[in-house]
């Protein structure tokens, strides 16, 4: 039993095609079928049913994949260790960033990133918080852009922001040609992002909402509430950074009365071993974002 198997053991269980696990661990689809046969005649059971349609992992299989995820993920580990010592900053960096932040920050910051870090690639992951959070325990990231903060002591996370709200308006809303709109203003039309959103829990929070009482809208994306509302549909909450998507829709920006506001963070776990990459690359961000805060803090 080797390493080598394992990995296939684990793409085939994911894929469920011998094809595409083979191409995702870029051998031949005979190498790793007869890989595959020989790990199973070692181990003394059947991992996988095969048939024309589909590939099943047998029960005992579904058992040893979790072993073989443990595997895996420390070997990695030490790789990562000693690459680390060599040069953190030098490799790969699999980042995860929620939907409501990716297409606002991303464009502002890779540039930034390229420049100050020309050695290391940032590969950006776009999921909600808790997909990003369980990828990034299941070593799957390497660190992730969220705006909560996660429960466990197995996870630490540095400020990067902060992110004001602000009220977004269809033109003809009345509560249009106010200076500021207190957030309990919005709760009757307010419209939220589908469950799993941690945008939808804080922009509820801010409304004084339980629920949602606008419309049956729940959408997926920030930009489809952002064209709901530009459509009249009703009001909602953005964060600072979509404001621009916001404006070119159409959409009235009015500030809010208590400036409520959301702190964006980068997240790791404690015991990753590239530190210096994370804490490196969450300087760049900080600083191309520095004046974002500052005018998001004199606006409160």
Not at 93 to 106: A, E, H, K, Q, V
Not at 138 to 154: F, M, Q, Y
Not at 209 to 234: E, H, K
Not at 267 to 277: D, E, N, T, W, Y
Request: overall charge negative.
């Amino acid at each position: 039993m080797n390493l080598r198997d394992l990995r296939y053991m684990l793409a085939v269980a994911e894929h469920r095609h011998f094809g595409r696990a083979a191409e995702a661990c870029r051998v031949s689809q005979p190498t790793l079928s007869v890989q595959l046969r020989k790990l199973e005649e070692e181990l003394g059971t059947v991992l996988f049913e095969r048939s024309s349609k589909q590939v099943v992992p047998t029960p005992v299989c579904e058992l040893l994949l979790a072993h073989a995820r443990v595997a895996v993920a420390e070997t990695d580990a030490m790789a990562a260790v000693a690459r680390a010592a060599m040069d953190p900053l030098r490799g790969s960096m699999r980042i995860g960033i929620i939907p409501t932040l990716g297409p606002y920050l991303l464009p502002l910051v890779f540039g930034p990133l390229r420049e100050s870090l020309p050695d290391l690639e940032i590969e950006p992951w776009e999921d909600v918080t808790a997909a990003l959070v369980d990828r990034l325990r299941a070593h799957e990231l390497d660190a992730a852009i969220l705006a909560t903060e996660p429960d466990g002591a197995d996870i630490v996370t540095a400020p990067l922001f902060t992110e004001p709200f602000i009220a977004a308006l269809p033109p003809d809303h009345a509560l249009c040609g106010r200076a500021r709109i207190s957030e309990e203003e919005l709760a009757p039309d307010v419209l939220v992002l589908a469950d799993g959103h941690c945008l939808r829990d804080q922009a509820l929070a801010a409304c004084g909402l339980a629920g949602p009482r606008g419309g049956s809208l729940r959408a997926s994306s920030l930009a489809t509430l952002i064209n709901m509302v530009a459509a009249g549909y009703g009001t909602t909450l953005i964060p600072g950074l979509a404001a621009g998507a916001a404006q070119d829709a159409g959409i009235t920006l009015v500030p809010l009365r208590r400036g409520v506001s959301r702190t964006v963070r980068i997240a790791r776990r404690a015991a990753f071993p590239r530190r210096a990459a994370v804490d490196a690359v969450a300087r760049v961000i900080a600083e191309r974002l520095k004046t974002f805060s500052s005018a998001a803090e004199t606006a409160a």
